[in-house]
C-alpha cells in the first residue's frame, strides 16, 4: 500500500528512529549487566515493549484523541527511562527511587494550576 505524502501518521519517522535508537542501547546495556531485581526487570521489560509499541505505531492514521494518548504514554515513558538511569548508571535503589517518584506525583496533584 503506497503512502499519500498528505496523510499524517500518528508516529512522526524522527520518533521511530528514536525509539529504535533507545531499544539498541538498551538492549545492549542489557547484555552487559548480569543480575537485576526482579522489580526493576519489570521496569525495563515494560520500558523496551513500550518503546516497541511506538515503532508499531509508524503506520496508524493520526487522530487528536489518538495522539493524546500517545503523548500520555511517553509521559509514563519519561519515568520509566528516570528509573532505568538512575538505578543502572547512579546505581540508586529502585524502591527508594519509586517512593519519591509517587511522592512526587502526590505533591503534583495537590498543587494548584498556576494562573499565569
Known sequence: MERSAE??????LKEVRHARGKIANLKLIVTKITTFQPEFEACLST?????YDIVSFKDAPY?????QKLDTGYRYLRKLEDIVIRVIIRHEDLGTILMQQAAMATSDKSTPPSSE
Not at 47 to 51: A, D, H, R, T, V
Not at 63 to 67: A, I, N, Q, V
Open 7 to 12: 496523510t499524517r501518521r500518528l508516529v512522526t
Open 47 to 51: 520500558l523496551i515493549n513500550s518503546l
Open 63 to 67: 487522530t487528536e484523541e489518538r495522539r
